[in-house]
């Protein structure tokens, strides 16, 4: 029996996965983190086009949107779109992205790459808002660092996306739900939470810094 997303002091083959095959195989999440998953997808599945969740710092929530990303793509046509406000996150989501879903084929916008070729994505806001006559056909969409998502920046993109394609949707990820101007910022966005666990809660479940 695999243990639940047992976190190791060695190195990331440590972590443990279901399955065999190296192509199929899943990560096993912490229960808090599949808790979040599965209320982002079946908050799709209603029909909702966008939804919030909140988890506290070193709580793994690349690792979520990253398992997210992977169940509702994983075997489809469908592709993905990862937005990031710097290019350390950039960096850091496309390495948790290959390390939750093996063999993804990804891309990157930002300063000196303009690739959409990818099953996913990866691409920083600054970038991206200098390029919104070349995005091609997007399915779902991940913010990262979500309190940041009300920035005319961001909602440049958001409302191109909308414009192309009526049916894409939307998860925001953020340890910050509530932004200078309160919660209705991102409310207006994603409405009100689908999630939320606090660093008490994340501790009782176990679950260290990815």
Request: glycine share 8%.
């Amino acid at each position: 029996m695999n243990p639940v997303g047992q976190r190791h002091l060695d190195p990331p083959a440590a972590h443990k996965y279901a399955g065999t095959a190296e192509s199929r195989r899943r990560m096993i999440l912490y229960p808090f983190q599949r808790e979040a998953k599965e209320a982002v997808l079946h908050h799709w599945e209603k029909g909702n086009q966008a939804a919030l969740i909140s988890l506290p710092t070193g709580s793994g929530k690349t690792i979520v949107f990253s398992d997210i990303l992977q169940s509702s793509l994983d075997g489809t046509k469908a592709k993905g779109l990862v937005l990031v406000h710097r290019d350390e996150l950039l960096r850091q989501a496309i390495e948790k992205l290959s390390f939750v879903w093996p063999g993804v084929k990804l891309s990157t916008v930002d300063a000196t790459s303009s690739n959409f070729a990818g099953q996913v994505t990866v691409a920083s806001v600054m970038s991206m808002v200098r390029r919104l006559d070349k995005i091609p056909r997007i399915h779902k969409v991940v913010t990262d660092e979500a309190h940041h998502a009300p920035a005319s920046s961001w909602l440049k993109i958001y409302k191109r996306l909308g414009d192309l394609f009526p049916d894409w949707q939307h998860v925001g990820v953020t340890a910050t739900p509530v932004r200078n101007k309160g919660a209705s910022d991102l409310e207006a966005i994603f409405g009100k939470p689908v999630y939320v666990k606090s660093i008490c809660g994340r501790l009782s479940q176990g679950g260290l810094d990815y």
